[in-house]
């Protein structure tokens, strides 16, 4: 990087260190889980992430079972906004 342009792609990757990787990664989990869910977020709310699983928190019964239908759809649909997919589990908490 040369006066603070990139000119290449390996400079950008460089500029990251493990850290910020996993920061974006959660910055677009985040982003893309809203975009998602919609109006569900108010009952399914993403609580934390731990390796390849995420754990989302539902106070309400009919929200629990409804999410819990619908779980391997959403970890194909958040995968598609990785270079590769992490998303294996999501635990209802």
């Known amino acids: ?8 792609s390996s400079e950008i990757k460089a ?6 990787l996993r920061l974006n990664r959660l910055m677009v989990l985040g982003s893309v889980w809203q975009k998602l869910v919609g109006k569900r977020a108010k009952f399914w709310t993403l609580d934390a992430v731990s390796k390849d699983t995420i754990y ?3 106070n309400v019964a009919a929200a629990r079972l409804e999410l819990a239908g619908v779980t391997q759809s959403l970890i194909k ?10 998303i294996k589990k999501i635990e209802i908490i």
């Open 1 to 8: 990087m040369r006066g603070g342009i990139w000119h290449k």
């Open 15 to 20: 500029a990251f260190n493990p850290l910020n």
């Open 56 to 58: 989302v928190k539902v």
């Open 77 to 86: 649909e958040l995968n598609k906004h990785f270079d590769k997919p992490w």
